[in-house]
């Protein structure tokens, strides 16, 4: 599985970005699909996850009522709306293919968000 994500950028504080993420490959394999971040001298943590069957979702509680998490399964491509962003948010975003027993299919290269206060 490849995947591949767009849409980073340079945006103020309480500003709204949308993040791309399409896979290519063996998408059949893939159960879900997540979105992580890494800051500088951070782990990277989870930001939400979704199930490609029912759409069933997950968040971090710091970006709950903030991000929202969708995918479009014709274009095998996941997406992750941020609003009202905080210059916390800034980081280097991946996404990331699992499949049905919870194994990582593959990464994305990563695209940075940087939030400005």
């Known amino acids: 599985v490849q995947l591949v994500e767009s849409g980073g950028g340079l945006v103020q504080a309480g500003g709204s970005l949308r993040l791309s993420c399409e896979a290519s490959?063996?998408?059949?394999?893939?159960?879900?699909m997540g979105w992580y971040r890494q800051a500088p001298g951070k782990q990277r943590e989870l930001v939400a996850t979704?199930?490609?069957?029912?759409?069933?979702?997950n968040y971090a509680e710091s970006v709950k009522g903030r991000f929202t998490i969708s995918r479009d399964n014709a274009k095998s491509t996941m997406y992750l709306q941020m609003n009202s962003l905080k210059p916390e948010d800034t980081a280097v975003y991946y996404c990331?293919?699992?499949?049905?027993?919870?194994?990582?299919?593959?990464w994305g290269q990563g695209t940075q968000v940087t939030v400005s206060s």
């Open positions: 979704i199930t490609i069957s029912s759409g069933r979702t």
């Open positions: 990331n293919g699992q499949g049905r027993l919870g194994d990582v299919l593959g």
């Open positions: 490959g063996s998408t059949f394999s893939i159960n879900a």
